[in-house]
C-alpha cells in the first residue's frame, strides 16, 4: 500500500489543522493507520492511530481531547483532525501503515511498515 499525506502548513497558537492520508494500491482494511510526528532534534512520537475494521482510536495523551482520528472509507482515507494547536505541536507529521500490529504495539513506529512522507506542520505564537 501507497500513502500520501497532506494538510499541514502553518497555524497561530489555538488553531486547527486537518491532515489527510491518501492510500492507494490496495484499500486500508485490515491495517492499522498512524499518526506519527518528528520535531527538529527529537525523536520520532506516536500521536494517535485507527484500527481501519474496528474504528478503535488510540491517542497519546499529550493530544487526548484534541485530536481526532477519523477514517473515511469510500475515500480509502484517514484523518487527522487537530483542534487547539500548541507551539509544541510542531513537527513533520508522517502516515503509516501496520498490518500486525497488537494493542501494545501501535505506539511503536517500528512496526509500521508503510509509510508516506511528512507534511509540516507549524504552529505559531
Known amino acids: 500500500v501507497q500513502l500520501q499525506a497532506s494538510g499541514g502548513g502553518m497555524v497561530q497558537v489555538g488553531g486547527s489543522l486537518s491532515l489527510h492520508c491518501a492510500a492507494s494500491?490496495?484499500?486500508?482494511?485490515?491495517?492499522?493507520v498512524g499518526w506519527f510526528r518528528q520535531a527538529p532534534g527529537k525523536e520520532r512520537e506516536f500521536v494517535a492511530a485507527?484500527?481501519?475494521?474496528?474504528?478503535?482510536?488510540y491517542y497519546d495523551d499529550s493530544v487526548k481531547g484534541r485530536f481526532t482520528i477519523i477514517k473515511d472509507a469510500a475515500k480509502n482515507s484517514v484523518y487527522l483532525q487537530m483542534n487547539r494547536l500548541k507551539p509544541e505541536d510542531t513537527a513533520v507529521y508522517s502516515c503509516?501503515?501496520?498490518?500486525?500490529?497488537?494493542?501494545?504495539?501501535?505506539?511503536?513506529?517500528?512496526?509500521?511498515?508503510?509509510w508516506g512522507q511528512g507534511t509540516l506542520v507549524t504552529v505559531s505564537s
Open positions: 503509516a501503515a501496520c498490518s500486525t500490529c497488537i494493542v501494545n504495539s501501535i505506539p511503536n513506529f517500528q512496526q509500521y511498515g508503510y
Open positions: 494500491g490496495r484499500t486500508f482494511s485490515g491495517y492499522t
Open positions: 485507527i484500527r481501519w475494521n474496528s474504528r478503535h482510536t
